[in-house]
Structures are given as structure tokens and as C-alpha cells.
């Protein structure tokens, strides 16, 4: 019983150690969409819809979706008709979503199984704050990029109106783990999700390592006052 506790009580560190953080995610994978949805009251329906809509997908399209999880981004993103695979590297998040009608694979976003220039768009939702090295991450998502591709990075942001950004930092830290503990299999990995925010560049920074990764004509639409950021970029063909 003692181990039982000791896992479902793990979380990653800030550092971002791989095999930490893809643990933490195989812990929280049965019940991580449902947990997302109830903590964001559903806006992340939205936000998922936004997405799909900023990569402009056509049918016949090849698309890469990073940190998939269990595929439920994937899912939107195939309405458009484009081929879609769904890669993370959580078995456990792979496995919870096996069932959905998505093409899956294990990947590390700073290693991908894949050959140069494979899809004509890459995705990451929510992930890219997780991996140990992102600069790195966004060049391996420009080498399996055709030129002329393009790229979107979904990422939870910096609100910008003040008076909002202060009262959502202090939801995430103290409100957030509070809401987790009644839905998550392991409520202390909210707490590094709320850390990880708090950590992250803000808009017109994270741009700006979107540009010196090699990618080009870098824009940022804001969602819901800035919690989320949609960033979208080009490969030069």
C-alpha cells in the first residue's frame, strides 16, 4: 500500500528529467482528459477547435501531432481530412487512448522516429514546456517539416491583463492542485503543472525561440486573455 501511495503522490521536477515526466503522465493518463476539462470548464473544447483552425489542414495532408497524449487533439485535428498520428512518449498516455481512430506512436520530441521533411505540418499542444531541452524539440519539429510547412504551438501563456494575470497565478497555485485532488488519479502532478507555467516564457519570448530554432514568420494569437497562446510559423521551402 505504501508504494501505491508513493506513486499516485508523484510529480516531476522543474527540470524536466524524461523518464520523471513521462512517469508522472502514465500515472495521470486514465483520467487526464477529464481532469482537463473539468479544470478549465470545458474552454479546452476551444482551444483544441482553435488549433485545428490555425493549421488550415487540407485533405491528403500529412500532420504530425506531438505530446498527443491520448489523441484527443488528434481526433479534432483528422476532422479536417488530413492524416493525422498522434506521438508522446507516455505508453501510459498512448495506451488510455488506444481506443480513439487515430494513428498512435511512441516519440521523443527531441529525437523523432522520423525521416527529414515527413509531414507537411507539425503540432504540439501543451507539451512543449515539458521537454527537458524545447529549443531542441523545435528543431527536430523543422527537420521532419517539408519546406513551406507549417507549425503550431499550442501553450499555456501569460494572461495580459494585469489584474486578470495576478488572480490566475494564484488560481494555478493554490485553486488548481485543490480542484485536481477530486478528479485526478495524482493531484501533486498539478502542482508541477501550475510550476511549469509560472516557469514559462511568455508570448513574444517563446517567439522568439520559435524564430532562432530556424523557423520563420513567427505570429501569436492570444486565447481567452492570454492563458493560452496559439504561436504559428513557417519552414522556408
Known amino acids: 500500500m505504501a508504494k501505491i501511495r508513493q506513486r499516485e503522490s508523484f510529480r516531476a521536477q522543474l527540470d524536466k528529467q524524461p523518464h520523471e515526466v513521462a512517469s508522472m503522465f502514465d500515472g495521470v493518463a486514465k483520467r487526464y482528459d477529464i481532469t482537463n476539462t473539468v479544470m478549465t470548464g470545458g474552454i479546452d473544447r476551444y482551444w483544441r477547435l482553435a488549433t485545428r483552425k490555425a493549421l488550415a489542414l487540407r485533405p491528403g495532408e500529412r500532420v504530425l501531432d506531438l505530446a498527443a497524449g491520448t489523441g484527443v487533439s488528434t481526433v479534432e485535428m483528422a476532422k479536417s481530412g488530413a492524416w493525422c498520428l498522434a506521438a508522446d512518449f507516455s505508453q501510459g498516455m498512448l495506451a488510455?487512448?488506444?481506443?480513439?481512430?487515430?494513428p498512435m506512436?511512441?516519440?521523443d520530441g527531441m529525437a523523432l522516429p522520423f525521416a527529414d521533411e515527413s509531414f507537411d505540418a507539425v503540432t504540439i499542444s501543451y507539451g512543449?514546456?515539458?521537454i527537458a531541452d524545447p529549443d531542441l524539440a523545435l528543431r527536430e519539429m523543422l527537420r521532419v517539416t517539408k519546406p513551406g510547412g507549417r507549425l503550431v504551438v499550442a501553450e499555456f501563456s501569460t494572461p495580459t491583463f494585469a489584474p486578470f494575470r495576478t488572480v490566475y497565478m494564484e488560481y494555478l497555485m493554490k485553486a488548481l492542485p485543490q480542484v485536481a485532488n477530486t478528479v485526478s488519479s495524482n493531484p501533486d502532478a498539478y502542482v508541477y503543472?501550475?510550476?511549469?507555467?509560472?516557469a514559462w516564457p511568455n508570448q513574444a519570448q517563446l517567439a522568439l525561440r520559435i524564430a532562432d530554432a530556424g523557423w520563420s514568420s513567427v505570429k501569436w494569437r492570444n486565447l481567452t486573455g492570454g492563458i493560452v497562446a496559439l504561436h504559428r510559423a513557417y519552414k522556408l521551402g
Open 128 to 130: 512543449l514546456r515539458n
Open 105 to 107: 506512436v511512441a516519440a
Open 96 to 102: 488510455a487512448g488506444r481506443w480513439r481512430n487515430v
Open 193 to 198: 503543472l501550475a510550476e511549469s507555467i509560472r
